[in-house]
Nanobody, 123 residues
Framework: QVQLVESGGDLVQAGGSLRLSCAAS????????MGWYRQAPGKQRELVATFTSGGSTNYADSVKGRFTISRDNAKNTVYLQMNSLKPEDTAVYYCNASIAPSGPPSLLYLNYWGQGTQVTVSS
């Protein structure tokens, strides 16, 4: 059983900062990709920032220059440092990861989601 547990969501004023954390635990052989998505009320879930399978990073245009994704491979944890927050950043932020619970010959990467953490930015 694999779990992704997010933390760090809060209510913050515009211009403020937050740091989200997502820790993967359970039966983990390998993590292929890991990152953050968000969903605002009435809107579709969208990519915020992610590490790709090749190790590079992807950011949504709306957060470039303000958000930074980082990771601690030893802890199976990914972080999202969010600076200069805006009211439009208000959303539930979800951690997503592509994880193989077992190695060869049963190596198969599965997609996992965390339960989400609420970020609210007041104007």
């Amino acid at each position: 059983q694999v779990q992704l547990v997010e933390s760090g969501g809060d209510l913050v004023q515009a211009g403020g900062s937050l740091r989200l954390s997502c820790a993967a635990s359970g039966n983990i052989f390998s993590i292929n990709a890991m990152g953050w998505y968000r969903q605002a009320p009435g809107k579709q879930r969208e990519l915020v920032a992610t590490f790709t399978s090749g190790g590079s990073t992807n950011y949504a245009d709306s957060v470039k220059g303000r958000f930074t994704i980082s990771r601690d491979n030893a802890k199976n944890t990914v972080y999202l440092q969010m600076n200069s927050l805006k009211p439009e950043d208000t959303a539930v932020y979800y951690c997503n990861a592509s994880i193989a619970p077992s190695g060869p010959p049963s190596l198969l990467y599965l997609n996992y989601w965390g339960q989400g953490t609420q970020v609210t930015v007041s104007s």
